[in-house]
Antibody, heavy 122, light 109 residues
């Protein structure tokens, strides 16, 4: 069974940094592209970032480009999102998601974690 | 740039059919995916590539896509179908790799 478990969320002041982690299990992590999708409280879904299985292709939404960095450790089957210069509008649940096919990037999210809440407030 | 527009809400009585639409310029040329998000839960994929049902998804869920509108249809609606539903496409070359619609809240009366 695929499991994605996010951690590292919390309350942080504007301008500060935070790193989210996602522990993956139940599938060949090293073969799949992974993504972060966020959802502000009471709002819709917003794609944040993508990393391919070999970290060879990385992309960010314009809203986070230059401030967030996605990375992965295939040996530890973990995905990360390092967030800097945080803003109140970054307040959201951050979901770790998995792409559907191995060794392919198709932006189809077939498994989701339960989300980590990041609150940016002074 | 491409924008996906969904009606904010749809209401239906149990046993009837719910129709949720996703409008976008030439969306019929893209593969559309649908996610269900029940209150307090993470999203779940219910339809991929316009009309494919992932394993474990009820056959009451179906989809279509043509022209400027993609449609998610839920037949014989049950109370457990009450959720937010989001459409999504791969917007290659656009500002966002993955683009979501604003979501439709399905209320089962």
């Amino acid at each position: 069974e695929v499991q994605l478990v996010e951690s590292g969320g919390g309350l942080v002041q504007p301008g500060r940094s935070l790193r989210l982690s996602c522990a993956a299990s139940g599938f060949a992590f090293h073969d799949f592209a992974m993504h972060w999708v966020r959802q502000a409280p009471g709002k819709g879904l917003e794609w944040v970032s993508t990393i391919t299985w070999d970290s060879g292709n990385i992309a960010y939404a314009d809203s986070v480009k230059g401030r967030f960095t996605i990375s992965r450790d295939n040996a530890r089957t973990s995905l990360f999102l390092h967030m800097t210069s945080l803003r109140p509008e970054d307040t959201a649940f951050y979901y770790c998601t998995k792409d559907v096919y191995p060794l392919s990037l198709v932006m189809l999210f077939d498994s989701w974690g339960q989300g980590a809440l990041v609150t940016v407030s002074s | 740039s491409l924008v996906l527009t969904q009606s904010p809400s749809v209401s239906v009585v149990p046993g009837e059919t719910a129709t949720i639409t996703c409008d976008g310029n030439n969306i019929g040329t893209k593969g559309v995916h649908w996610y269900q998000q029940r209150p307090g839960q993470a999203p779940r994929l219910v339809i991929s590539y316009d009309s494919d049902r992932p394993s474990g998804i009820s056959e009451r869920f179906s989809g279509s896509n043509s022209g400027n509108t993609a449609t998610l249809t839920i037949s014989r609606v049950e109370a457990g179908d009450e959720a937010d539903y989001y459409c999504q496409v791969w917007n290659r070359g656009g500002d966002h790799y993955a683009l979501f619609g604003g979501g439709t809240q399905l209320t089962v009366l």
